[in-house]
């Protein structure tokens, strides 16, 4: 079982440079989120998709984009990353309404902008 | 505000030896409460969950969490720990509306 798989595992940015996280989920959820992890700050969600065609800024949306592609595809765009931006990103899924909030998770990418 | 305190940064304990992690929530109904693994390099992964009925939940690889209403509070244990439970553990608040809160976590390290 694939469940949610991320691209890239990592990747290196200079400042300014923009680049796109892929995210997909085999699991037929509904909702879809994009996590940022920095040490002693636990996650934090940037953006979520509570269902196809609709996304949300979480606590921490500035200098992000996202695109709910499809049902299965949600993706997380750096315009122009910054070294703020250097961190680990997760992206998860949901069953979402009907569901009880228990979200499953990919590997992360780990991000270093310099 | 929802939130979630972790008061540990970290906790090292010895092998065979039992387990406590604390959880504080601030939520004015009964939420959701989850608590999650990470090893390390790895996403998270779901250790055991509450939403309502018997206080005591049990989780997978030993693990069990008490909600505790009047100390709003979720702690985690396990009674023998194991050098492969080294990890970060993460308490999180699921109150609807699609979002979670999660604590900072706590990095548990095992001595042999």
């Known amino acids: 079982n694939a469940g949610v798989t991320q691209t890239p595992k990592f990747q290196v940015l200079k400042t300014g440079q923009s680049m796109t996280l892929q995210c997909a989920q085999d699991?037929?959820?509904?909702?879809m989120y994009w996590y940022r992890q920095d040490p002693g700050m636990g996650l934090r969600l940037i953006y979520y998709?509570?269902?196809?065609?609709?996304?949300d800024k979480g606590e921490v949306p500035n200098g992000y984009n996202v695109s709910r592609l499809n049902k299965r595809e949600f993706s997380l765009r750096l315009e122009s990353a910054a070294p703020s931006q250097t961190s680990v990103y997760f992206c998860?899924?949901?069953?979402?309404?009907?569901?009880?909030?228990?979200?499953?998770f990919g590997q992360g990418t780990r991000l270093t902008v310099v | 505000a929802q939130s979630v305190t972790q008061p540990d940064i970290h906790i090292t304990v010895s092998e065979g030896a039992s387990l406590e992690l604390r959880c504080n929530y601030s939520?004015?109904?009964?939420?959701?409460l989850f608590w999650y693994v990470q090893s390390p390099g790895q996403g998270l992964q779901l250790l055991l969950k509450?939403?309502?009925?018997?206080?005591l939940v049990q989780g997978i690889k030993g693990f069990e969490a008490e909600f505790k209403r009047s100390q709003s509070s979720f702690n985690l244990r396990k009674p023998s720990v194991h050098w492969s439970d080294a990890a970060e553990y993460f308490c999180?608040?699921?109150?609807?509306?699609?979002?979670?809160?999660f604590g900072a976590g706590t990095r548990l390290f095992v001595k042999a």
């Open positions: 998860a899924s949901s069953k979402g309404r009907e569901g009880d909030g228990q979200a499953f």
């Open positions: 699991m037929n959820h509904n909702s």
């Open positions: 998709s509570a269902s196809e065609g609709t996304t």
């Open positions: 939520y004015g109904a009964t939420p959701y």
């Open positions: 509450y939403f309502s009925g018997d206080t």
């Open positions: 999180a608040v699921y109150s609807g509306g699609f979002k979670t809160i």
